[in-house]
T-cell receptor, first 110, second 115 residues
């Protein structure tokens, strides 16, 4: 089983749509969870951290289910500028290493 | 806004040659990292560096790789004898806190092409 698994997409959605991405991780001892965004041929940038209670940042909502080892990202009212690859990222206990998923590509069209 | 800077942006080299990739982390950060991304694949951890020594390294980071902080600002990755499979984008990153508690700031990357 991959350490962090994501549906690669692409997800093609119209502007204004709501889109959800899912991610599963294999190490039940993982402690920190993040969504990063990566534009084509650019560096990853932190979108948001993911907390057990769930958290929201504007149009973005992240959820964590530790029992199922499942993380989600919901984007409401999609904008053209949301087009990017969304990386699910996990950090285990007592390690500096961030483990990245392969990413889910989102394309928002007019 | 402070940022991580990397040079060169692109380097082409012959197999077997030595390559040094340079990074200037954000000035008040204490933790430094190198990651790489082979084209079309996921971002992979190479090494972390704290308090002037390697704190963790991956199985990718073999004897051909080394890191150094030669002065107060630069953080370098050296590949001693490049192989074709070293072709990738190499990202330097820095953070104020250890990875799990803080945001990692990535540089724009150095694309290495080994011929």
């Amino acid at each position: 089983r991959k350490e962090v698994e994501q549906d690669p997409g692409p997800f093609n959605v119209p502007e204004g749509a709501t889109v959800a991405f899912n991610c599963t991780y294999s190490n039940s001892a993982s402690q920190s969870f993040f969504w990063y965004r990566q534009d084509c041929r650019k560096e990853p940038k932190l979108l948001m951290s993911v907390y057990s209670s769930g958290n929201e940042d504007g149009r973005f909502t992240a959820q964590l289910n530790r029992a199922s080892q499942y993380i989600s990202l919901l984007i409401r009212d999609s904008k053209l500028s949301d087009s990017a690859t969304y990386l699910c990222v996990v950090n285990g206990p007592n390690t500096d290493k961030l483990i990245f998923g392969t990413g889910t590509r989102l394309q928002v069209f007019p | 806004e402070p940022e991580v800077t990397q040079t060169p942006s692109h380097q082409v080299t012959q197999m077997g040659q030595e390559v040094i990739l340079r990074c200037v982390p954000i000035s008040n950060h204490l933790y430094f990292y190198w990651y790489r991304q082979i084209l079309g694949q996921k971002v992979e951890f190479l090494v972390s560096f704290y308090n002037n020594e390697i704190s963790e390294k991956s199985e990718i980071f073999d004897d051909q790789f080394s890191v150094e902080r030669p002065d107060g600002s630069n953080f370098t990755l050296k590949i001693r004898s490049t192989k074709l499979e070293d072709s990738a984008m190499y990202f330097c990153a820095s953070s104020e806190d250890r990875t799990g508690s803080g945001e990692l700031f990535f540089g724009e990357g150095s694309r290495l092409t080994v011929l």
